[in-house]
Nanobody, 114 residues
């Protein structure tokens, strides 16, 4: 079993920045991918950014504004979010893929508003 704990959400003004972090814990698991998804009110959950051992993938709507990074030794993934827009308001979920199973954090709310 894998547990994911997110931190770093909050309220920020348009144009501002936030950094989300996620730490994974559990008994001896491998990591195939880690990343972030988000879900805005009334919308489906969507990919924000993911990292595997060979690739980094960003959604088109965050390219050039968000940066994902991982620390494989610490089993953490972070998302630096710059130039935030009101449409970035959503609950952001940490995701980890291990041995064909998707694990999810409980989510952290990001609100972009003046």
């Amino acid at each position: 079993q894998v547990q994911l704990v997110e931190s770093g959400g909050g309220l920020v003004q348009p144009g501002g920045s936030l950094k989300l972090s996620c730490a994974a814990s559990g008994r001896s698991f491998s990591i195939n991918a880690m990343g972030w998804f988000r879900q805005a009110p009334g919308k489906e959950r969507e990919l924000v950014a993911t990292v595997t051992t060979t690739t980094i993938r960003y959604a088109d709507f965050v390219k050039g504004r968000f940066t994902i990074s991982t620390d494989s030794a610490k089993k953490t993934v972070s998302l630096q979010m710059n130039s935030l827009k009101p449409e970035d308001t959503a609950v952001y979920y940490c995701n980890l893929q291990s041995s064909g199973i998707n694990y999810w954090g409980k989510g952290t709310l990001v609100t972009v508003s003046s």
